[in-house]
């Protein structure tokens, strides 16, 4: 079958850097994207990786190794802002979007 | 505001009632889909269209019932629901569905519950 696994819950403090996990076993691979959601919002697009590396994105980066099945997400010089859901989700080789369960970050002041 | 809206933000129903979510995409783009987000679970699709067409039914009970009239709006009708259902409907879009690796926009949701 095909999994995505992250953490369910981190916490970090305001002003530090956290990093969020990903990993995946899918059928094929074309692209991995992360997610924002707040609490009773919608999803927004954060970052889109397909090749491996590094994705910089002002405060946010994106990392990806397609031979681990691996991302994760990079956020620096926290805000309370960023205190939200992150979803990670992977395009399989029918460009199916299969998604993990998300994880909740809470930053502390 | 990400051009994608959905009414209504919140439903309460019960198992006899029949309703319908609205979807409308502002961005132009052919692909539209519904999702079920359930607490601390991952998205689940429920169906694609691609250019007006079904392209994706993932197993979805017949109680709920998809309506593409153009690649602008989306509805999902629902009847006899189950409480299980109760949950938060996301409605997407993005420029396609079978092929390419496209960003989705989300909606706000309809938060279900049913009663």
């Known amino acids: 079958g095909q999994n995505i696994d992250q953490p369910t819950e981190m916490t970090a403090t305001e002003g530090a850097i956290v990093q969020i996990n990903c990993t995946y076993q899918?059928?094929?691979?074309?692209?991995l994207f992360w997610y924002q959601q707040h609490a009773g919002e919608a999803p927004t697009f954060l970052s889109y990786n397909v090749l491996d590396g590094l994705e910089e994105k002002g405060r946010f980066s994106s990392f990806l190794s397609r031979s681990k099945g691996y991302s994760y997400l990079l956020l620096k010089e926290l805000q309370m802002k960023d205190s939200a859901s992150y979803l990670c989700a992977v395009y399989d080789s029918n460009y199916q979007l299969i998604w993990g369960a998300g994880t909740k970050l809470i930053i502390k002041p | 505001e990400t051009g994608v809206t959905q009414t209504p933000r919140h439903l309460v129903m019960g198992m006899t009632n029949k309703k319908s979510l609205k979807c409308e995409q502002h961005?132009?783009?052919?692909?539209m889909y519904w999702y079920k987000q359930s607490a601390k679970k991952p998205l689940e699709l429920m169906f694609v269209y691609n250019f007006k067409e079904q392209t994706e039914n993932n197993s979805v009970p017949s109680r709920f019932s998809p309506e593409c009239p153009n690649s602008s709006h989306l509805f999902l009708h629902l009847h006899t629901l189950q409480p299980e259902d109760s949950a938060l409907y996301l409605c997407?879009?993005?420029?396609?569905?079978?092929?390419?690796?496209?960003?989705?926009?989300f909606g706000p949701g309809t938060r279900l519950t049913v009663t």
């Open positions: 899918t059928s094929g691979f074309n692209g």
């Open positions: 997407a879009s993005s420029q396609g569905a079978t092929s390419g690796s496209y960003e989705q926009y």
């Open positions: 961005l132009g783009h052919n692909a």
